[in-house]
RNA sequence: GGGCGAUUAGCUCAGUUGGUUAGAGCGCUACUAUCACAAAGUAGAGGUCACAGGUUCGAGUCCUGUAUCGCCCACCA
């Protein structure tokens, strides 16, 4: 081999960060057909993503990595494909998150974001995402993400804060937001509302408490009552029992004392009450929970809250005001285990209600915020999906989807926080009056009094980011990137925002741009570690992507991502598998290498004409179904199958059998030699093509490498259409129908690999020196004007010795002694007097002969039942065939079992 | 309570218009420093495709039910 300055093993190190860098400086990541360009054609289809906006606040983990990958490996093949391609990236501001972040940052210096006031504090955490905000994207560049950087938005940019706006005054307008006292969900440690999605329920031990609650005016009567959380006694303006319950009918009407406060509240009846729980009876509390609130409205009760901000009892708790909700549920208990109102207690399973983010114990709680009127966005936005003009990926996801907009609440938008999209409504200090606006109002818009004061509440994140796909793009302004890039093309993200974000997109997309965002949403699974359990620092299983990059390199780990689990699928992830999968970027680049070793020392111009050999239409025909199978599977966007599919083509066919073949070839020298360097050149630039989604930095480094060899060398190795300036941007493999000789030469080269396999199976089984050259007699019946013609193949590939390897059509006198064998109807003999051991030999071929009797009586039976008249003709042929060919095989096993007596 | 997914080799997983000998990686066994690659090569062992029915000429694949595990939604105090 002559000398080529390519490393043995593919060294990713420096290779990734020059390629990138050399992509973006080169602009291949902006559309090939960009609005503000000249010569731009709005007639040509773009192909658009939009980033799923990491946080700013986040460092890289592999749920990132995963739509990275997925992404880009997407934005590839459509600029591939010749599509203007455009990736929208960016960050989320992250209200909370963020807020949590820079007050931790503050507390190490002593200070409270109280301390420093709403401007200063909003003034240091632009300085904090100023200085580390960038850290996610620099992260996600360093997994080759092809996106337009130069597009990098952010959800608190003045543009999109413009967007968040005017979406805000557009829905107040409709009467679509509206604001008031509601039971939502309260975050005590935060100090905000969160949104029904916001809460996780986890199942935890806890304690149900039953005591009496007795009749007003009488000594002696009482109802049963059963509450987990007794503080909420306090707030109780009801005792609910069933109507039809015998028990307490006599006391609907009357009323009954609260405990220690001995306030009087109704005794009312209603259907809701499970008589089979607790006591039968229910306390309603309408001012801490859901279920009572409901009731509470519709029975027209009174609403007290018991509970402040911080989740401490306020003043209508009476002598229990001031303490902490869970000091006053042990204190009210132990006063009313002293007032003789306890009945008992009981160990129970709670399901508690946690912040998402905190993880603290969220109070529901009445407390006057904004909301979304979220039914009329729901409808369209379940019709959409319905007829089809949004698609989900995997399509089961669908249900789920309908489901959850069918039963969908109202959406409290407003957040107790500072940083985040101020709500667009001031307060006018003279009438009182609200007024909506999207930009800063001089004056109140009633009165006209300049004494305003703008809500002190922002909007939830989600808000801001349901916008995304076209808050990205321009909106509101009618931009040229909004005309041309809107609606963007699929969504890709994880299942578990499904809510969170993909239905607000679809609901806002449709509420302001009277179009979906996105045709079709594809969702992929979560990562998990080895043995299916979620990683989380505590548990310290938590794979970091940045550390799998630097030891295995980031194609090893894209690769592994996208080719490890179906659509929707969770996977499971291990550094065994990125390791398999850096091996296979070695093995691609290791045939690279010898390609081009061949390269160098191959003529340059043949002088013949084209004559193919075997392998070389073998690996083609295969080559041009691979493409078809590829070409299929990302159509409906199975793409890990496609990458399966690639990796045991490039591997199994190409690298194990093409190449081993190509040497013999190479050797040859001349116009075979010429052709085979071309074969090798051609597969390789398809396999690279095929494979640059996937594994961008070793196929574009690879190609580089290909691309200036060739050039050097003839004309004649440029593809169809001449090299392309990077492979980023290099035309996608075309697919082509077959022409109608490739099954012939795919089977006549299968017979070939079975023959070879024999041999080296047999040899390996009678433990015949690895190397060594050996005779054989091949008979071949009608097959042996191909074996023939395969002759040195065999005989190199199955190392047997060339001067001693005899074809035949048969032989009347059958080598003795002899190892024999018959694959596909092909009888081989290897004449090694001193390995034969006739009774072995007799055991082996018996053995032989029973499996494929077996075969023969399997077939023959299956070819005797209704199968061959109903099943269609061309798969009872291909059946027929094989019978036939067991059928030879036997007749030659038996002769070979009477020719050892 | 409702819904979804998974169940295939020792382990982790593919297998999407149903086609008759079920694949990969890792691990395992034997052999191999030969010249693209030892991060490799060659050969091999290993599976009643969770279970029970059904549809079909034919089921890992479609239908029904069961079991186990996991997830989502709802939230009976």
């Known amino acids: 081999m002559s000398k080529i300055n390519l490393p043995k093993t593919y060294d990713y190190k420096g290779i990734e960060e020059r390629l990138y860098r050399w992509w973006e400086e080169k602009g291949f990541f902006k559309p090939s057909n960009d609005p503000p360009q000249p010569g731009f054609d709005h007639s040509k289809k773009p192909f658009v993503i939009s980033i799923p906006p990491p946080n700013v606040t986040g460092e890289l983990h592999l749920g990132h990595a995963m739509f990275v990958s997925m992404e880009d490996l997407m934005i590839r093949y459509h600029r591939m494909k010749g599509m203007p391609t455009l990736w929208v990236p960016g960050s989320d501001h992250a209200g909370i998150a963020t807020q949590l972040q820079v007050e931790k940052m503050l507390a190490g210096e002593g200070l409270t974001r109280e301390q420093l006031g709403r401007e200063e504090f909003i003034r240091r955490t632009w300085a904090w995402k100023e200085k580390y905000g960038g850290v996610i994207n620099r992260q996600i560049r360093r997994l080759g993400a092809s996106c337009d950087w130069d597009r990098e938005r952010f959800t608190l940019d003045a543009g999109l804060s413009r967007a968040v706006r ?38 935890e031990p806890g304690r149900l408490y039953y005591f009496k609650y007795r009749l007003a005016g009488s000594a002696d009567e009482f109802i049963p009552v059963a509450t987990t959380r007794p503080e909420t006694i306090l707030g109780d303006t009801a005792v609910a029992v069933h109507p039809e319950d015998e028990r307490y009918r006599q006391y609907v009407g009357r009323r009954v004392l609260v405990p220690i406060l001995n306030r009087a509240i109704p005794v009312i009846a209603d259907e809701y009450v499970d008589r089979q729980f607790g006591g039968g009876a229910l306390k309603i509390t309408p001012g801490h929970d859901p279920n009572d609130y409901q009731i509470g409205v519709q029975h027209g009760l009174e609403i007290i809250s018991v509970l402040d901000e911080a989740a401490r009892v306020n003043h209508n708790g009476g002598i229990y005001a001031g303490l902490d909700r869970f000091e006053c549920r042990k204190k009210l208990w132990e006063d009313m285990r002293a007032a003789g109102l306890v009945i008992k207690e009981q160990p129970y399973t709670l399901n508690v209600p946690r912040s998402q983010r905190g993880g603290e114990i969220i109070e529901p709680m009445i407390s006057t915020q904004w909301f979304v009127s979220i039914q009329p966005l729901a409808q369209a936005a379940l019709e959409v999906v319905r007829d089809g003009r949004i698609r989900i990926v995997p399509e089961r996801f669908s249900k789920v989807y309908y489901n959850w907009l069918e039963n969908i609440q109202d959406w409290c938008i407003s957040r107790q926080l500072w940083w985040g999209h101020r709500i667009p409504v001031w307060y006018c200090g003279e009438c009182g009056e609200m007024t909506v606006a999207s930009d800063d109002p ?241 597969v390789l630039d398809a396999c690279l093509r095929l494979l640059h989604p996937f594994t961008p930095f070793v196929t574009e480094e690879l190609w580089g490498h290909l691309k200036r060899a060739c050039q050097q060398h003839s004309e004649r190795l440029s593809p169809q259409g001449g090299w392309e300036e990077a492979l980023i941007v290099a035309r996608w493999q075309p697919s082509r129908a077959d022409e109608g000789w490739e099954a ?38 009608e097959r042996l004007g191909v074996l023939e013609s395969q002759r040195d193949t065999i005989a190199a590939l199955a190392h047997l010795d060339a001067n001693r390897l005899r074809l035949a059509a048969s032989l009347d006198e059958k080598p003795s002694p002899a190892l024999s064998l018959v694959v596909a109807g092909v009888e081989i003999y290897l004449p090694l007097a001193n390995v034969v051991d006739r009774e072995t030999e007799r055991v082996r071929l018996k053995g032989e002969l029973t499996a494929v009797e077996a075969q023969i009586q399997r077939l023959e039976s299956l070819l005797d039942s209704e199968f061959a008249i109903k099943a269609p003709p061309a798969v009872v042929e291909k059946e027929r065939q094989k019978l036939a060919i067991f059928r030879q095989s036997a007749e030659k096993l038996r002769q070979q079992l009477s020719g050892l007596r």
């Open 166 to 203: 005017e979406a805000f005054v557009r829905l107040y307008r409709k009467g679509l937001i509206y604001r008031g006292p509601r039971l939502i969900n309260w975050s005590p440690g935060l100090r905000t509302a969160v949104s029904d999605l916001e809460v996780e329920y986890s199942e």
């Open 442 to 682: 001089a004056a109140c818009a009633v009165c006209g009094s300049s004494k305003l004061e703008q809500d002190a509440d922002v909007l939830d994140t989600w808000f801001s980011s349901g916008l995304w796909p076209f808050s990205t793009l321009g909106w509101p302004d009618d931009t040229p990137d909004l005309r041309y890039f809107y609606p963007t093309s699929v969504l890709e993200t994880g299942y578990d925002i499904l809510f969170f974000w993909v239905a607000r997109m679809i609901m806002f997309g449709l509420e302001f741009t009277g179009k979906v965002p996105f045709h079709t949403v594809y969702l992929h699974g979560l990562i998990r570690d080895e043995v299916g359990q979620k990683m989380s620092k505590s548990k310290g299983n938590v794979i970091d992507p940045l550390v799998v990059m630097d030891e295995l390199g980031t194609d090893a780990l894209r690769f592994t991502l996208l080719v490890g689990s179906a659509p929707g699928n969770d996977m499971n992830l291990s550094t065994k598998k990125v390791e398999a999968n850096r091996n296979f970027a070695n093995k691609v680049w290791n045939v690279g290498r010898f390609a081009l070793a061949s390269l160098a020392q191959s003529p340059k111009q043949p002088e013949g004409e084209v004559d193919w050999t075997l392998a070389d239409s073998w690996i083609w025909a295969r080559l041009q179904q691979l493409v078809r199978h590829v070409e299929r599977l990302f159509a409906v966007h199975q793409y890990g199958e496609a990458g399966r599919q690639i990796y045991d083509f490039f591997w199994a066919e190409f690298a194990d059998w093409y190449v081993e073949i190509a040497k013999l070839q190479l050797a040859q020298g001349g116009d075979r030699a010429f052709y085979t360097v071309y074969t090798l050149i051609r």
């Open 744 to 781: 012939q030469k795919i089977a006549d080269f299968t017979l070939v690999q079975e023959v070879v396999r024999a041999i080296r199976n047999l040899r390996a089984e009678k433990k015949i020196k690895p190397g060594s050259r050996i005779p054989a007699y091949l008979l071949c019946g």
